[in-house]
């Protein structure tokens, strides 16, 4: 098992672009979520996801969209990027106990 | 929501001695406790959990107590090493665990 992936590692963008964070998961998990960590901040629930089709709004969901197509995909959707969204981003998926599982983490700096 | 409160947001503590961590929270429908471990550049991983019908919890030198009228848990590390030395976080559920609400951290450093 490969556990939770994310891709790309590092990303850099201009103001306004926009991009997807991917989020791939093959323990067949039906939750999945997706965090942002700042400095000093802590971890911050961006969106989360209780089965395909299925999606909702954590604490920071302004300028993130999300889909979840099917149970092993959750990518995230920078609409118009802006500096304030530079961040480590973590995509996690929930067993049955409820452990959040995190993947790698992506490095996301905007200029 | 659900506000979380960690302190002290750093610790410095000689090896073998232990250190405790501690976090209030608002929600009294929050019934899911996690605490992380986040290393230099790594993800955060799951160290010990606890859910609100339990009061305390153990796994070897890591322990989790939860007061549920206080609304206030916290982490123990008894017999500190260096490999300790992390930033943790606390964390908080009302829906058992897939939205969690994290406190800020605790920057621990366990010298020689």
């Known amino acids: 098992n490969a556990g939770v992936t994310q891709t790309p590692k590092f990303q850099v963008l201009k103001t306004g672009q926009s991009m997807t964070l991917q989020c791939a998961q093959d323990m067949n998990h039906e939750y999945m979520s997706w965090y942002r960590q700042d400095p000093g901040m802590g971890l911050r629930l961006i969106h989360y996801?209780?089965?395909?089709?299925?999606?909702d709004q954590g604490e920071v969901p302004n300028g993130y969209n999300v889909s979840r197509s099917t149970t092993e995909d959750f990518p995230l959707r920078l609409l118009s990027a802006a500096p304030s969204q530079t961040s480590v981003y973590f995509c996690?998926?929930?067993?049955?106990?409820?452990?959040?599982?995190f993947g790698p983490g992506t490095r996301l700096t905007v200029l | 929501g659900e506000n979380v409160e960690q302190h002290p947001s750093t610790l410095s503590v000689q090896e073998g001695d232990s250190a405790v961590i501690k976090c209030t929270y608002s929600d009294s429908a929050s019934n899911y406790f996690p605490w992380y471990k986040q290393e230099l550049g790594k993800r955060p991983q799951l160290i010990i959990d606890i859910r609100s019908n339990v009061g305390e919890k153990k796994d070897q030198r890591i322990a989790v107590t939860l007061n549920k009228t206080a609304k206030h848990f916290s982490l123990h590390i008894t017999e500190t090493q260096p490999e300790d030395s992390a930033v943790y976080f606390c964390?908080?559920?009302?829906?058992?665990?897939?939205?969690?609400?994290f406190g800020k951290g605790t920057s621990l450093l366990v010298t020689p």
């Open positions: 964390a908080a559920s009302r829906n058992s665990g897939y939205a969690l609400n």
């Open positions: 996690a998926s929930i067993s049955g106990p409820n452990e959040q599982f």
């Open positions: 996801s209780v089965g395909a089709g299925i999606t």
